[in-house]
């Protein structure tokens, strides 16, 4: 019998949690059941599978990380809201790194649900590079850019790979100002 209350929301958000803790990698469906209190089998009425676990933790982190910064964007426009952006990018990753880490692959292109949830940073970031006057047909282009300069930093940061003793939050600054130095370059 599962234990009350297990719902698919309850089973996303115990694993997020722990892919927050241990490691997105290293997320399993028994340390998923053991911290909800349950056998593995009780799991499979939830989740199908690791998969479908996997797929639970990226859902409800790319609905959060949409969340986050569509909250950073409103009311801004322009510098001030790459700046405050990424700001919340790099804040996110920091703070949820097993569900920053469950964003890094895109939704199988079948999955609707999740394509739509994914779909929301991009467009945020996409938003924020219309500020800049990048044309609708240079976006998907423009927001790979960004979010390989943004993901970048921040997975460096997470992996410890910056040993030099210089303070990291103006080397974050540095990147974010040449980010916003190339925007306005390319716009003239």
């Given at each position: 019998?599962?234990?009350?209350?297990?719902?698919?929301?309850?089973?996303?958000?115990?694993?997020?949690?722990?892919?927050?803790?241990?490691?997105f990698?290293r997320?399993?469906?028994?340390?998923?059941?053991?911290?909800?209190?349950?056998?593995?089998?009780?799991?499979?009425?939830?989740?199908?599978?690791?998969?479908?676990?996997?797929?639970?933790?990226?859902?409800?982190?790319?609905?959060?990380?949409?969340?986050?910064?569509?909250?950073?964007?409103?009311?801004?426009?322009?510098?001030?809201?790459?700046?405050?952006?990424?700001?919340?990018?790099?804040?996110?990753?920091?703070?949820?790194?097993?569900?920053?880490?469950?964003?890094?692959?895109?939704?199988?292109?079948?999955?609707?649900?999740?394509?739509?949830?994914?779909?929301?940073?991009?467009?945020?970031?996409?938003?924020?590079?219309?500020?800049?006057?990048?044309?609708?047909?240079?976006?998907?282009?423009?927001?790979?850019?960004?979010?390989?300069a943004?993901?970048?930093?921040?997975?460096?940061e997470?992996?410890?790979?910056?040993?030099?003793?210089?303070?990291?939050?103006?080397?974050?600054?540095?990147?974010?100002?040449?980010?916003?130095?190339?925007?306005?370059?390319?716009?003239?």
């Amino acid at each position: 019998m599962p234990r009350a209350g297990l719902t698919p929301a309850v089973v996303a958000e115990t694993a997020a949690r722990l892919a927050d803790e241990e490691g997105f990698d290293r997320l399993s469906l028994s340390s998923v059941a053991k911290a909800a209190g349950v056998a593995v089998p009780s799991l499979y009425k939830h989740v199908a599978g690791l998969s479908g676990l996997r797929r639970a933790v990226g859902l409800l982190s790319a609905r959060e990380f949409g969340a986050v910064v569509t909250r950073a964007c409103l009311g801004r426009s322009g510098e001030e809201a790459l700046r405050s952006v990424a700001a919340a990018y790099r804040d996110y990753a920091r703070a949820h790194p097993g569900r920053y880490a469950s964003l890094n692959l895109a939704p199988a292109p079948e999955d609707a649900e999740a394509a739509e949830a994914y779909r929301v940073p991009v467009d945020v970031l996409a938003a924020v590079l219309r500020g800049f006057g990048v044309p609708e047909e240079e976006a998907v282009d423009e927001v790979r850019a960004l979010r390989s300069a943004l993901h970048g930093f921040v997975d460096l940061e997470a992996r410890g790979g910056f040993g030099l003793p210089r303070d990291v939050d103006r080397s974050f600054e540095v990147l974010v100002d040449r980010c916003v130095a190339g925007l306005r370059a390319r716009s003239g």
